[in-house]
C-alpha cells in the first residue's frame, strides 16, 4: 500500500498543511513525472522529494552540493525517524561500507551524494537497486550562468540515460531563465512539469537607512534583537575584523569571517554560528554558501551590495524558518561610488557595462519612493502590490515638504554649470562651499552659494527627489553627471510645485509586535532555546536540526498541558514527541505553573491562516490602547486581558512611541523628571549605565517607557 503524503506530512514532519505547490509537485513526482521546482529559500523545497521518497518503494538518490549541508539534512530527517544516510568523502572506508549495507538490505530511504562521487563504477553499483527518484538539489549549480557553477554537476545529465524510467526532480532557488533553460538541457529531462513559486519572501522585512552614523544605528538595532543570530556583511575583509571587536567590546557574541582565514578557522566559525554559540557573523559575502541554518533573524549590509541579485541572494539567508526576520541595508551614495571604481577596474568593458547597470538598478531600489519589496520582485519580473506592509517605504510615514525655490536653485546650477557636473559638485556649488575642486571662475557665478543655508544632506535629498520625479537625469557610466530633462522648464519657469518627501524618524526594527504574529512568552522561549541547545549537544547536532525557531515560538505561544496538546504543534512528529515530548512538556509546565498560562488563543487543531487573523497584533494593540485610556495600569490591562504583563508593557511602549499614551500615568513624575536630568549627561539609548548612575529609585521599566517617549524606540 502506498503510504499517503498528507499522514507522512503529519506523521514524519509534524506538519498539517501542504504549502503552496507542495501537494502538486509531490504528486507529478509520484506519478513518475520529470520535474523543476523554482521556489526561493525557506519555501519547503527539501519536503517535495522527501515525501515521495517515503512513499515510494526503494531509495531516493539525492544530490546535494555541500557535505555541510548534506549532513545536517541527514540528521535533522533521522531524528524524525527517517531512514536517511549520505556518501561522501568525509567518511571512512568502514563507515562507507556500512551504508552500501544498510543499501543492499533495504534499510534506505533516501541517500545523499554529492556529484563528485559520480562515475562509471557508480552506476554499475546503482543499477541493481531500485531506484524511486533522483533528487537534485540546488541544481543551478548545473549550469554557467548560475552564480554557482559546479563542473561536477554535468555528470548529472547521464542519469537519464542510465535510468530512462526513473523520475527526476531539479530544485533550485536561482529564478533567471537563462540558469532554468541550462537545467533543463543539461540533464535531457522528459517533458518536465515546471513549478514556479512567487519569489517573495514576506516574512523578511526590508530596511534601507542613511549609512551616516551607522554604527550607533547598528547597536539600536541588534539592541531590538535579543541575543538573536544574524549575519552582518562588511565589503572588506578588515572591517568585517574591526566590526567584530567593536560588536564584542559592546557585549554581543560576535566573530569575523572572510576568505582569509584558513579552512579550519572558518570551518570552526560556521560551527560555532549553527551551533547558537556565537550570535553574529560579520563576515565578507566569503559567507552563506551552506549555511542551512534555518533561524537566522537578520542580515545587516554595512556597505552596499553589488547589486540586487546579491542583495536578494544574501538578505535571503535570514528567516528560513518562516519567521519573521529582517534585512537592514546602510546605504550611501559614496559606496555606489566606491563600487563602480571596482567595477571599471574589470578590463571586460561589456561586462562592466552590465555589472554598471545593475549597479544603478540597486542604487535605484534604496533611493526610489516605492514598497522596496514591489521593487524587488519587480526587478525579478514578478508583479507585487503596490504596498506590502513589511518594509521600511510602507511602515513609515513620509511628510510631504514643498521645496520649488529650491528646486529652481538646483535645477538653475545645473544650467550655470553647463550640465557637466556630478552631485557632489552642484551641491557644493550651491552651498558655496570653500573646497579647493570648486574651479575659480565658478566662484563667480552670482548664484554660487545661493542655497547656503540648507544642510548639505538636505540638498541631497532635494536632489535625489528631483531625480526620482525626473527633473533631473543623472547621465555617463564613469562619472555621471546631472542633466536637465523635459520635465525641468516646468519647474525653472514656476509651472509646477515641487515636492519632496522626508521620512518621518521612526524606529522600526524594535517594534515587537510584527504582522501576523501571535504573543508568545518571551521568558518561556529563552528556556524553551536552552534546552533544545542542551539536547542538541547531547546528540551532536546544531540546535535548528532537532527544532525549528518556529517550534519552539508555538510552544512558547500556546503552552500545552499533555502530550496529546503537544501534537498539535507544528514540528512535533510521531518519533519526535517521544523522543522530546516530555523534555519539552515538562519546560512548559514548570513554567506555567509559576507564572500561569498566558495562551491568547485556545489551543485547538492548528491555527489556521484565518484564525490567526482574528487575533493579529494590531488589534491586540488596540485593545491594550483601550484599556490604557481607560487610566488602567499594566498590571490591571494584564489581568483584564490574560497576557503576561510583560507583553503589555510592550504595547504600552508601542503607544508611548507613537505618543499615544501619557507617560505619566506609568512612570511617577519626580522619577521622569530624574531621568530627564540624568540624561542631560548620559545617553538614554544605553540603558545600563543610565540605571547604574541613577540607582534603586528608578526601574529598568521606567527607563524603557521614558526612553519609548523621548527616542520612539518601542523595545
Ligand atoms: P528550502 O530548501 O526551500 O530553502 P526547506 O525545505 O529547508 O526550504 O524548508 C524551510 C522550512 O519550512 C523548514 O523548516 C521546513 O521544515 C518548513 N516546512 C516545509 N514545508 C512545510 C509545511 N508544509 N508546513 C510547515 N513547515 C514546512
Ligand atoms: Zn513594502
Not at 524511486?132 to 540546488?138: K, N, R, V, W, Y
Not at 584558513?262 to 570552526?268: D, L, S
Not at 557636473?421 to 573646497?435: E, H, K, N, P, Q
Given at each position: 500500500m502506498e503510504l499517503s503524503p498528507l499522514k507522512i506530512l503529519k506523521d514524519v514532519y509534524g506538519y498539517y498543511r501542504f504549502r503552496d505547490r507542495?501537494?502538486?509537485?509531490?504528486?507529478?513526482?509520484?506519478?513518475?513525472?520529470?520535474?523543476?521546482?523554482?521556489?526561493?529559500?525557506?519555501?519547503?523545497?527539501?519536503?517535495?522529494?522527501?515525501?515521495?521518497?517515503?512513499?515510494?518503494?526503494?531509495?531516493?538518490?539525492?544530490?546535494?552540493?555541500?557535505?555541510?549541508?548534506?549532513?545536517?539534512?541527514?540528521?535533522?530527517?533521522?531524528?524524525?525517524?527517517?531512514?536517511?544516510?549520505?556518501?561522501?568523502?568525509t567518511q571512512t572506508q568502514s563507515e562507507q561500507m556500512e551504508v552500501v549495507r544498510e543499501l543492499n538490505e533495504g534499510k534506505i530511504k533516501l541517500l545523499y551524494l554529492a556529484p563528485e562521487r559520480v562515475n562509471d563504477r557508480f552506476w554499475d553499483f546503482l543499477a541493481p537497486h531500485k531506484v524511486?527518484?533522483?533528487?537534485?538539489?540546488?541544481a543551478h549549480c548545473i549550469s554557467h550562468w548560475g552564480h554557482d557553477f559546479r563542473p561536477d554537476y554535468r555528470i548529472l545529465g547521464e542519469i537519464k540515460n542510465q535510468f530512462p524510467h526513473v523520475p527526476i526532480a531539479a530544485f533550485t532557488a536561482t529564478a533567471d531563465k537563462k540558469t532554468r533553460e541550462d537545467i533543463l538541457s543539461n540533464l535531457n529531462l522528459h517533458q518536465p512539469k515546471i513549478f514556479v513559486s512567487s519569489f517573495n519572501r514576506p516574512n523578511i522585512r526590508y530596511i534601507i537607512e542613511d549609512k551616516k552614523n551607522s554604527f550607533s544605528k547598528l547597536l539600536d538595532f541588534l539592541e531590538g534583537q535579543t541575543d538573536e543570530s544574524g549575519i552582518i556583511y562588511c565589503l572588506s575583509r578588515k572591517s568585517t575584523e574591526g566590526l567584530a571587536v567593536d560588536l564584542r567590546n559592546h557585549g554581543f557574541k560576535a566573530m569575523h569571517y572572510h576568505a582569509g582565514l584558513?579552512?579550519?578557522?572558518?570551518?570552526?566559525v560556521q560551527d560555532l554560528f549553527a551551533k547558537d554559540e556565537i550570535k553574529i557573523i560579520v563576515a565578507t559575502i566569503a559567507f552563506g554558501m551552506?549555511?542551512?541554518k534555518s533561524n537566522v533573524r537578520f542580515v545587516v549590509h554595512m556597505d552596499l551590495p553589488k547589486n540586487i541579485e546579491s542583495y536578494y541572494q544574501e538578505t535571503g539567508r535570514a528567516g528560513r524558518d518562516g519567521l519573521e526576520s529582517t534585512a537592514l541595508l546602510f546605504y550611501s551614495y559614496a559606496d555606489v561610488i566606491k563600487?563602480?571604481?571596482?567595477?571599471?577596474?574589470?578590463?571586460?568593458?561589456?561586462?562592466?557595462?552590465?555589472?554598471?547597470?545593475?549597479?544603478d538598478d540597486l542604487s535605484k531600489m534604496c533611493n526610489f519612493r516605492v514598497c522596496r519589496r514591489k521593487f524587488i520582485l519587480n526587478y525579478f519580473d514578478e508583479k507585487a502590490n503596490d504596498y506590502c506592509g513589511n518594509c521600511d517605504f510602507c511602515l513609515n510615514?513620509?511628510?510631504?515638504?514643498?521645496?520649488?525655490?529650491?528646486?529652481?536653485?538646483?535645477?538653475?546650477?545645473?544650467?550655470?554649470?553647463?550640465?557637466?557636473?556630478?552631485?557632489?559638485?552642484?551641491?557644493?556649488?550651491?552651498?558655496?562651499?570653500?573646497?579647493?575642486?570648486?574651479?575659480p571662475f565658478h566662484r563667480e557665478i552670482p548664484t554660487f552659494g545661493v542655497g547656503e543655508k540648507w544642510s548639505q544632506n538636505q540638498w541631497y535629498q532635494v536632489v535625489k527627489s528631483l531625480i526620482q520625479q525626473n527633473y533631473l537625469a543623472r547621465d555617463g557610466g564613469k562619472y555621471p553627471v546631472l542633466k536637465l530633462t523635459e520635465k525641468s522648464g516646468d519647474i525653472l519657469r514656476g509651472r509646477e510645485k515641487f515636492y519632496f518627501y522626508i521620512k518621518k524618524e521612526k524606529v522600526l526594527t524594535a517594534v515587537e509586535d510584527k504582522p501576523g504574529e501571535l504573543p508568545f512568552e518571551k521568558d518561556l522561549f529563552e528556556r524553551l532555546r536552552v534546552l533544545r541547545k542542551k539536547l542538541a549537544d547531547e546528540e551532536g547536532v546544531p540546535p535548528f536540526v532537532v527544532f525549528s525557531d518556529k517550534t519552539l515560538r508555538d510552544l512558547a505561544t500556546f503552552q500545552p498541558q499533555n502530550l496529546e496538546e503537544m501534537l498539535n504543534i507544528s514540528g512535533f512528529g510521531q518519533v519526535k514527541l517521544q523522543k522530546y515530548g516530555r523534555h519539552f512538556l515538562d519546560e512548559v509546565t514548570s513554567y506555567t505553573e509559576l507564572h500561569g498560562k498566558s495562551s491568547p488563543t485556545p489551543l485547538r487543531k492548528k491555527v489556521t491562516s484565518s484564525q490567526r487573523k482574528s487575533t493579529s497584533p494590531s488589534d491586540t494593540l488596540l485593545e491594550t490602547k483601550r484599556l490604557i485610556k481607560a487610566g488602567l495600569n499594566t498590571e490591571e490591562i494584564a489581568a483584564e486581558r490574560g497576557l503576561a504583563e510583560s507583553t503589555v508593557e510592550k504595547h504600552l511602549a508601542y503607544w508611548l512611541a507613537q505618543k499615544e499614551a501619557p507617560l505619566d500615568q506609568f512612570v511617577n513624575p519626580e522619577?521622569?523628571?530624574?531621568?530627564?536630568?540624568?540624561?542631560q549627561t548620559h545617553d538614554i539609548l544605553k540603558l545600563k549605565p543610565l540605571k547604574d548612575y541613577l540607582g534603586a529609585k528608578v526601574s529598568y521599566r521606567d527607563l524603557k517607557f521614558y526612553r519609548a517617549r523621548s527616542k520612539g524606540i518601542a523595545g
Open positions: 507542495q501537494e502538486e509537485i509531490i504528486s507529478a513526482i509520484l506519478n513518475g513525472r520529470d520535474a523543476v521546482v523554482l521556489m526561493p529559500t525557506g519555501g519547503g523545497k527539501s519536503i517535495c522529494f522527501q515525501i515521495p521518497a517515503l512513499c515510494k518503494p526503494g531509495f531516493a538518490v539525492v544530490f546535494s552540493p555541500l557535505i555541510a549541508l548534506m549532513k545536517d539534512q541527514v540528521d535533522a530527517l533521522r531524528l524524525s525517524g527517517v531512514q536517511a544516510r549520505y556518501l561522501n568523502s524511486s527518484l533522483f533528487a537534485i538539489d540546488e584558513n579552512q579550519e578557522k572558518r570551518g570552526q551552506g549555511i542551512n563600487l563602480k571604481r571596482f567595477v571599471e577596474i574589470d578590463d571586460n568593458p561589456e561586462q562592466s557595462e552590465i555589472m554598471l547597470q545593475k549597479l510615514e513620509f511628510t510631504e515638504q514643498e521645496a520649488t525655490i529650491q528646486a529652481q536653485m538646483a535645477l538653475s546650477a545645473v544650467v550655470r554649470l553647463r550640465e557637466r557636473f556630478g552631485i557632489s559638485y552642484v551641491i557644493d556649488f550651491l552651498r558655496g562651499s570653500a573646497s579647493q575642486k570648486i574651479k522619577v521622569i523628571e530624574l531621568i530627564k536630568n540624568a540624561c
